[in-house]
């Protein structure tokens, strides 16, 4: 039997080739070059660089038969040329000895993904918390700088050199790439959360103007690595929550984009294509929380109230009252404005849009860079009939969106004010 030989491809076939390898082995790479130097900018920029020769080489040479095993080689090679390199312009033989990966692996643990490892290690307690959820959906997730920046609303200069900053730390004070021990699991568990919660929002709703509004392959990398979390950790109520909570949104992934490419609110959405099976494991998880007798984290509130929606067959049979008391309980545990205007929106089905209005005004100073603040408004005021106000919010909110699909739809509702 032959050899497995390139597939020749179009340059469209090729560049699609490029971008699923991108979203399947960046991870992969990222993380096999930290085990290997010991450093995430020799990681980061290697990848970089073997995606780029993939991008150069396979419309010639045809796609390889693994992607994955050429851009690790090709990232090795990199690296490698990267650091004899810095020999020459400098004394760099400790990292030299990096050449030589002749050290016994270390014995797996009850998990043993290197992926997993090296979001450990881009939590570690001695970073900031906003820096590691940075640092991990660049090195892990492997977005831009630009979509991070948006998840955190501020400007790309500020999370480049947030990140360039977390880069440096930890290879200042040694950060170790490996799993913690079991002592210090539990402690660390709360950073890798944030951070998978907030891959797995990117996913759903992507940002970016030549990015598909809804990333399946973060979605499902979100919910892969908090299953294995679970393994790990099968008595954590947050771990199980924040599971619940991906797995009832994920079950309505196919119901929240239209034909023509266009978000589907909650509302709108039609219930018999929801995923009954993501649901039921969902509403389980939710009820095994409620039956520990423990009081709820805010990944567990929020999977409540994540399963109330999912319970009710039509919008009309939607426990509004039983929402909106979860929201109180999660605004003791959080007060964050974010969470606070989702509870306002909730307070608008039981006591209308003028009360929720009031509520969201109220959060202007806080929320006046976030598109969902000035959408939420623009509901409110269409819903009292102030069509003027309205298509301002409208116009702002459409302005600041950065998911095709949400300008998609805030346009339309606009326009339909005439």
């Not at 990944?299 to 919008?315: E, G, K, N, P, W």
């Amino acid at each position: 039997r032959g050899a497995a030989v390139p597939r020749r491809v179009s340059v469209m076939d090729v560049q699609e080739a490029v971008i699923q390898a991108h979203r399947e082995e960046w991870a992969r790479v990222v993380a096999s070059l930290t085990r290997r130097f010991g450093d995430l900018d020799i990681a980061e920029e290697a990848a970089a660089e073997a995606f780029a020769t993939a991008v150069g080489r396979w419309p010639a040479d045809g796609v390889p038969p693994n992607p994955g095993a050429w851009l690790t080689t090709t990232a090795n090679r990199k690296a490698i040329d990267r650091i004899r390199r810095e020999n020459k312009r400098g004394d760099k033989h400790k990292e030299a000895q990096l050449l030589y990966d002749d050290d016994p692996p270390e014995p797996p643990g009850a998990i043993d993904d290197e992926r997993l490892r090296l979001i450990f290690t881009c939590c570690h307690p001695a970073l900031a918390m906003a820096t590691r959820v940075a640092l991990t959906l660049r090195m892990v997730a492997g977005l831009t700088v630009p979509e991070i920046a948006r998840a955190f609303l501020v400007q790309e200069t500020t999370m480049g050199q947030r990140i360039t900053r977390a880069k440096a730390k930890i290879k200042a004070a040694r950060i170790p790439y490996r799993m913690p021990s079991a002592e210090d699991l539990p402690a660390r568990v709360s950073g890798v959360l944030a951070v998978l919660f907030l891959v797995f929002n990117e996913g759903y709703l992507a940002t970016g103007p030549d990015t598909d509004p809804v990333r399946h392959d973060l979605t499902a990398e979100a919910i892969r690595l908090t299953r294995l979390i679970r393994a790990l950790l099968p008595d954590d109520g947050e771990v199980a929550g924040l599971l619940a909570l991906m797995l009832l949104t994920e079950a309505r992934r196919t119901a929240r984009i239209s034909a023509s490419g266009e978000l589907v609110t909650l509302v709108e959405q039609d219930r018999g294509t929801w995923d009954a099976g993501l649901i039921a494991e969902g509403h389980r998880l939710v009820r095994e929380r409620l039956a520990a007798g423990v009081a709820p984290g805010r990944y567990q509130i929020l999977a409540a109230i994540s399963a109330v929606h999912t319970s009710a067959r039509d919008v009309r049979d939607t426990d509004w009252w039983q929402v909106v008391a979860l929201y109180d309980q999660l605004v003791r545990l959080d007060p964050s404005p974010f969470i606070a205007l989702n509870r306002a929106i909730a307070v608008a089905e039981l006591d209308g849009p003028e009360v929720a209005l009031a509520a969201v005004d109220c959060l202007e100073d806080k929320l006046a860079g976030y598109h969902l603040y000035h959408a939420t408004r623009a509901d409110l005021l269409r819903r009292l009939s102030r069509g003027q106000e309205s298509r301002a919010a409208y116009d702002t909110a459409i302005e600041l969106a950065g998911n095709t699909a949400e300008i998609a739809y805030l346009t339309r509702r606009r326009d339909q004010l005439g």
